[in-house]
């Protein structure tokens, strides 16, 4: 009898069979979806941390360009100030007639004033 009702119904079995294979199919299908979901969420976390750590990198990296160049621009400020202050001192030493010096005997002196022009003004 179990086989007379299996062959009568068959089509109808069928039809059943196929629909929970199909609806176990979908089950398994949404099942992986959310897995991928999942595994892509996860993946833009790395990529964002991975971009968070190259940005700070960058950051770090461009400070310390930043403060070598502070570094560079304050020794070359210091190096100018330093060479200005030698051209003063130059132009100090400079100003002052050196034929007053004691050291010069008097034939040196008339030789020296020999030389400077007289006005006859």
């Not at 299996?6 to 069979?17: F, L, S, T």
């Not at 010096?101 to 020296?112: F, L, T, Y």
Request: hydrophobic share 40%; charged share 25%; with cysteine.
């Amino acid at each position: 009898m179990n086989l007379y009702l299996i062959w009568k119904y068959k089509y109808w079995i069928a039809i059943a069979v196929l629909s929970f294979i199909c609806i176990g199919q979908l089950a398994y299908t949404n099942h992986l979806g959310g897995e991928l979901i999942k595994a892509e969420t996860q993946c833009q976390q790395k990529i964002q941390k991975l971009k968070d750590d190259q940005q700070k990198e960058m950051v770090k990296a461009q400070d310390k360009a930043n403060q070598a160049s502070a570094d560079y621009e304050k020794l070359k400020s210091e190096q100018r100030v330093k060479n200005e202050v030698v051209i003063k001192e130059v132009q100090k030493i400079i100003d002052r007639p050196v034929y007053r010096n004691i050291c010069i005997d008097a034939h040196g002196v008339s030789a020296i004033n020999s030389l400077i022009p007289k006005n006859t003004s």
